[in-house]
């Protein structure tokens, strides 16, 4: 501890810091702060803000608690300090945990807990020590975005400059280059208008602490990219992808864009996904690798794909968390909508990457997830349902290597599917989440209150508001 409390003085010396800010999770998985003055920082290495805490009003923080229980209280994590690069005010951030202050335990629904927990039970189970994450991160960057919804009217507009649908207009003058739906999949400049931003946007990563591999435009039109991050341990990596959608979505911004990670913003073209790649390690050795296996995997790897495929309506409530992840979840956009598992194949639900024959490369790759979700809760919850598969050996079937958007009809039949809508995925975490409970990783209360909101705050607005594309079906009825 006051090693780390001393990186954070040194920072604040270094950078001549004049803010502290504390940033934390709420339930849906969006980061909320408040900040105080550098000056204001205590830290005796064993004693102040680093083990007493700050405190907050947690009635206002979506998920968490009501107004007569509103007190709580942030312990700051010194190991995650970075410079913000969105601040003009030199500012420094940590990430912190939620704390009851009765009790001083942890709080029940921090997301980050829950993730922490997830870590712990997986090294209680003996089965690893370790599990790698490498999730891949699609967003859009916008020049405009317009929406709003009243009794009398309901509507959104985008706007890019590399939309197809801006071919003709006049932009004084237009420039062409726009890349055409479903074929924004990787054109060079100038088709891609976006380049010198989002290696601006890596660097900044960097500087903040992620370690980077890639980035590239992808398949959509109108801006659509993807960043890569190096794989690291579950609490980490759900860090960095908070920090991530942070900085993508400031840097973005301080050029005059908008950045979103909402998953089918576009009607027509491609959506949003958040493919994640993940391992299991123990003593250092990866438990998915077997020279003689199929596809080089082990059979603890064929498990744990048997436990994503076996719980995957119940993850879906978790990992495709929005009534708009449903729109991205359908056949003919590389959507990842049929519980199979396969080598190379992108059109199943999970695969195994074929790019390198190393041992510490062998991973699954779980395409269904979109970046809307918590990445919190996420993780852990794939975590849980491989685990369960690999306690309980369960036999993810044979692999399918064909292309199943070109399947006949006879053959595609009785292949399983994801949910249709998050209501079902709801209804189907209800009925299937004893395997998220162990270690009490998930408690009754944090599923109970995500259900609720979800269905409250979402699912029932949506569906209680007329549709645009309604008008065009049946106001001339």
């Not at 309901?154 to 400059?161: A, E, T």
């Not at 980077?212 to 992808?218: G, L």
């Amino acid at each position: 501890m006051a090693q780390e409390t001393q990186g954070v003085k040194d920072l604040i010396r270094q950078h001549d810091i004049k803010i502290i800010d504390f940033k934390f999770t709420d339930l849906p998985g969006l980061w909320q702060h408040f900040s105080i003055p550098a000056t204001e920082l205590e830290d005796t290495g064993s004693s102040g803000i680093w083990v007493e805490g700050i405190g907050f009003d947690g009635s206002s923080i979506r998920g968490f608690q009501e107004i007569h229980e509103s007190d709580m209280i942030l312990i700051p994590e010194a190991k995650s300090a970075f410079v913000d690069p969105a601040c003009a005010i030199p500012t420094l951030s940590l990430i912190c945990d939620v704390y009851d202050p009765v009790t001083h335990e942890p709080y029940s629904r921090d997301p980050r807990y829950v993730a922490r927990k997830a870590e712990l039970y997986l090294r209680s189970t003996g089965i690893a020590d370790t599990s790698y994450w490498g999730p891949e991160l699609e967003h859009f960057i916008f020049d405009d975005i317009r929406y709003g919804q009243d009794v009398n009217y309901g509507h959104y507009h985008i706007d890019s400059v590399e939309g197809a649908w801006n071919s003709g207009r006049e932009e004084g003058p237009n420039l062409g280059y726009k890349p055409r739906y479903k074929e924004g999949y990787f054109p060079v400049p100038p088709h891609d208008t976006l380049q010198d931003l989002r290696s601006e946007i890596l660097l900044t990563m960097v500087a903040c602490g992620i370690e980077m591999e890639v980035h590239h435009h992808e398949v959509a039109t109108a801006g659509q990219g993807e960043f890569d991050m190096r794989y690291d341990s579950l609490v980490n990596m759900a860090d960095k992808v908070l920090k991530h959608k942070y900085i993508l979505k400031n840097v973005a911004r301080k050029h005059g864009k908008v950045a979103t990670f909402m998953p089918k913003p576009l009607f027509g073209d491609n959506g949003t996904g958040m493919h994640v790649h993940q391992s299991l390690w123990k003593g250092g050795e990866n438990l998915f690798y077997d020279p003689e296996g199929w596809a080089l995997t082990s059979q603890e790897c064929r498990y744990y794909i048997g436990g994503l495929l076996k719980h995957a309506h119940a993850l879906c409530a978790l990992i495709a968390p929005t009534t708009n992840s449903y729109k991205r979840l359908v056949p003919g956009y590389e959507a990842p909508v049929n519980l199979v598992y396969s080598q190379r194949n992108r059109s199943a639900a999970a695969r195994i990457p074929m790019y390198s024959t190393s041992p510490a490369a062998r991973r699954i790759e779980f395409r269904t997830p979109d970046p809307s979700c918590n990445p919190y809760l996420a993780f852990s919850a794939m975590l849980m349902a491989g685990l369960d598969g690999i306690e309980n050996e369960i036999d993810p079937g044979q692999p399918l290597d064909k292309d199943i958007y070109t399947l006949s009809p006879m053959e595609a039949e009785g292949i399983p599917t994801v949910p249709g809508s998050l209501d079902q995925a709801l209804r189907a975490l209800e009925e299937d989440h004893e395997f998220l409970m162990k270690g009490d990783v998930f408690t009754s209360d944090v599923l109970d209150t995500w259900i609720e909101y979800k269905r409250k705050r979402e699912i029932d607005p949506v569906r209680l508001r007329p549709h645009p594309w309604e008008f065009q079906l049946y106001f001339d009825v």
